[in-house]
Every structure is written in structure tokens, then in C-alpha cells.
């Protein structure tokens, strides 16, 4: 069983940056592809970023791909969120994902993740 949980998110300004984590239990994080997804009231839940085990591949999202960094410590078991320049359009729930697979593989697909976190709250004021 792996439990998630994100920390790091709550109110900023535009143009501010922002650092969210999340902290994998248990002792197969280097096992996990990990991702990052976020949703905005009355929308779906969107794809922001992820990263394969060993962080050699990453994958962003088109309307974050130039501000946002994801990146992993596995000796730490936890993957960040690193968001600079952040719009209003960025405010959301932001939500850790995990998905047990091969190397090299870090899907964008919501339903390739087994295990989601409880969400940590973004917002960003103009």
C-alpha cells in the first residue's frame, strides 16, 4: 500500500513561485512513476507533470511546461513541484500521484495512477 501526502501549497500573489511536495510511505518509492494533477472548481482534474523512477524522463503540460519543474529525492521518498511565475489560472487543488512502473515510463493518464494524495490548495491572486 503506498500513502501520499502533499504539502506546500496556500496563497500567493501572480508572479510569485511556489514549491509543493509529496511524501510517499513505505519503502518502494524508486519503484513509483509519479505524477502531479490539479483541479479547478468545475473543471476535471488535469495532467500538470510527471516523472519517471529514477527522474530521467519528465513530462509537462503545455500551460505549465515553461514555469513548472518536477523533480524527485528518492532517498527522501518525495517528489516536488517547483512553480514559478505563477497565474490565477494556476489556482486549484493539486494533487500527487503513484503508479508502480517499468523505468523509463511516466504516464500522463490520470487512470494509470493507483494511488492519489489528499490535495493541497493553490491559490493565486491577481
Known amino acids: 500500500q503506498v500513502q501520499l501526502v502533499e504539502s506546500g501549497g496556500g496563497l500567493v500573489q501572480a508572479g510569485d513561485s511556489m514549491r509543493v511536495s509529496c511524501e510517499s510511505s513505505?519503502?518502494?518509492?524508486?519503484?513509483?512513476?509519479m505524477g502531479w494533477f490539479r483541479q479547478a472548481p468545475g473543471k476535471d482534474r488535469e495532467f500538470v507533470a510527471s516523472i519517471s523512477r529514477y527522474g530521467n524522463w519528465v513530462y509537462y503540460a503545455d500551460s505549465v511546461r515553461a514555469r513548472f519543474t518536477i523533480s524527485r529525492d528518492n532517498a527522501r521518498n518525495t517528489v516536488y513541484l517547483q512553480m514559478n511565475s505563477l497565474e490565477p489560472g494556476d489556482t486549484a487543488v493539486y494533487y500527487c500521484?503513484?503508479?508502480?512502473?517499468?523505468?523509463?515510463?511516466?504516464?500522463?493518464?490520470?487512470?494509470?495512477?493507483?494511488?492519489w494524495g489528499q490535495g493541497t490548495q493553490v491559490t493565486v491572486s491577481s
Open positions: 513505505g519503502r518502494t518509492f524508486s519503484s513509483l512513476a
Open positions: 500521484a503513484a503508479d508502480f512502473a517499468q523505468p523509463g515510463v511516466a504516464s500522463l493518464a490520470r487512470e494509470d495512477y493507483d494511488y
